[in-house]
């Protein structure tokens, strides 16, 4: 993960690997949302979803500040890949939105901090989004 240098604690983080939760992506022009889930595997239309604990990503909607972001020319399923990549390799700079992104106990970089060399996420630190995959999926994009 990427982390802007002009946040001296973010910066210690920069560049190094970490786990991730698993994740729902979605697309709508050039804009992108991401929701977290709870378990890896293919969520259900009821499926609860959880806030994606980054910055640049708003806690309350999902909807992403792509920032440093190139997002893909095209669009479909095929480009999944490259919308994933793209978020990945672009830096995280600041919170948005008001809502809370993890209930580690200290906050959004000790949470990256706490996972530095572990091999897996630990989904207990992740907050409900209070919406449903069907949501998610077919709340305006505006």
């Not at 979803?49 to 997002?71: E, F, H, I, K």
């Not at 060399?117 to 949501?135: D, N, S, W, Y």
């Amino acid at each position: 993960m990427f982390f802007a240098p002009h946040d001296a604690d973010a910066n210690k983080l920069n560049g190094k690997r970490f786990p991730q939760p698993p994740l729902v992506w979605k697309v709508n022009g050039k804009d992108l949302w991401v929701r977290a889930l709870q378990e890896n595997r293919r969520p259900a239309a009821a499926t609860e979803l959880m806030v994606a604990p980054y910055w640049n990503v708003d806690g309350d909607t999902g909807w992403t500040c792509q920032g440093s972001m190139r997002s893909p020319d095209d669009l479909g399923v095929d480009t999944l890949a490259l919308w994933e990549r793209a978020f990945f390799q672009s830096e995280f700079t600041h919170h948005t939105g008001s809502k809370r992104l993890t209930s580690h106990a200290d906050g959004f970089l000790g949470l990256w901090r706490s996972f530095d060399g572990r091999p897996q996420f630990q989904v207990k630190h992740l907050v409900p989004a209070k919406e449903t995959l069907r949501e998610f999926i077919t709340r305006s994009s505006n």
